[in-house]
C-alpha cells in the first residue's frame, strides 16, 4: 500500500544535529535536494554527477511517500544502490546473529566500497564523500539496499529500514 503523507512545501526540515541550518523550506528542497552550498563544495566530477543526476530527477519536486507503513527515498538516492546481504548471508558472515551495530558496520562499508570502485578514491575517501561533500547519509532500505540521501531527509523523515527488517522490528 502506498501513501501520500501530507507535507507542507512551507515546512522547514530541521531538528536532528541542526539539519538544514540553512533555513531551506521542503518545497526547496525536494526540487534542489542537493543544496548549492554543497555543490559548491563538491571537488570530484563523478560524486558532482550524482548531485547532479539527484537534482535533475527531483526539478519537478520529489514526493515522499509511504510503502507498507515507511518513507520510501528511493528517488532522493544519491550514486549508487548496493545489494545487501540476507539475514542468513549476514549470519554467515558475521557467525553470530548480528546486531544492529554489526548490521551498520557490513552496510556501509558495501556502499563505502562501491562508491571508491566507481570513484577510483580510498574507502575512507568515499566515507568522507558521503558525510563530509555531499552532506548524505546511507541509507539502508528496508527493500535491501543501501544509498545515499541527504542529511535532510534522512533525519527529518523518522524511519525504519533494513536493520529493522533484519532484527525482526518489523
Not at 535491501?144 to 542529511?151: I, S, T
Request: with cysteine; aromatic share 8%.
Amino acid at each position: 500500500m502506498i501513501e501520500f503523507p501530507t507535507i507542507s512545501d512551507s515546512d522547514i526540515p530541521s531538528g536532528s544535529g541542526g539539519i538544514n541550518r540553512e533555513g531551506y523550506t521542503y518545497g526547496q528542497l525536494r526540487r534542489n535536494p542537493i543544496i548549492p552550498e554543497v555543490m559548491r563544495g563538491i571537488s570530484d566530477p563523478i560524486v558532482q554527477r550524482w548531485a547532479e543526476e539527484c537534482n535533475a530527477r527531483n526539478r519537478n519536486g520529489f514526493v515522499m511517500r509511504k510503502v507498507s507503513g515507511e518513507y520510501c527515498f528511493d528517488g532522493l538516492h544519491v550514486g549508487p544502490k548496493v545489494k545487501l546481504p540476507s539475514k542468513a548471508q549476514l549470519v554467515e558472515k558475521l557467525g553470530v546473529n548480528p546486531s544492529a551495530a554489526a548490521i551498520r558496520e557490513v552496510s556501509y562499508m558495501m556502499l563505502r566500497e562501491e562508491i571508491a570502485r566507481q570513484t577510483g578514491m580510498s574507502v575512507s575517501q568515499a566515507a568522507s564523500a558521503i558525510g563530509n561533500m555531499l552532506d548524505c547519509v546511507p541509507h539502508e532500505d528496508i527493500s535491501g539496499y543501501v544509498y545515499m540521501v541527504p542529511n535532510w531527509a534522512h533525519k527529518w523523515f523518522r524511519h525504519r529500514g533494513y536493520v529493522s527488517a533484519i532484527l525482526g522490528h518489523e
